[in-house]
């Protein structure tokens, strides 16, 4: 965070001259050529997978079920934990 770097948005403001990333093959090529789907909607897990869904109404169910998911399993995580002297 202390680095002294034009691309240091902590100490400079704005944006970085030049780019900080970009994506790579895969990714343009899916965007150049998306697949003939009827997906709208898409929900991220946290390990990386999605789930696409047809309607407003699949994807809110997938967000409330996948955000219940990630409850459970940190709490089972938690519960694993050792306890903290």
């Known amino acids: 965070m202390k680095i002294e770097s034009p691309y240091n948005t902590y100490l400079h403001p704005g944006f970085p001259p030049g780019p ?4 790579g093959y895969e ?6 050529h998306p697949e003939n789907t009827k997906y709208l909607f898409y929900v ?3 390990d990386g997978s999605h789930e696409f869904t047809e309607t407003y109404e699949e994807h809110v169910a997938a967000t409330k ?3 219940e998911e990630a ?3 940190a ?3 938690q519960a694993a934990a050792p306890a903290a002297p």
């Open 20 to 23: 900080i990333c970009n994506p």
């Open 27 to 32: 990714a343009l090529h899916a965007a150049a």
């Open 44 to 46: 991220y897990r946290r």
């Open 65 to 67: 079920r996948i955000a």
């Open 71 to 73: 409850k459970r399993k």
């Open 75 to 77: 709490a089972e995580a």
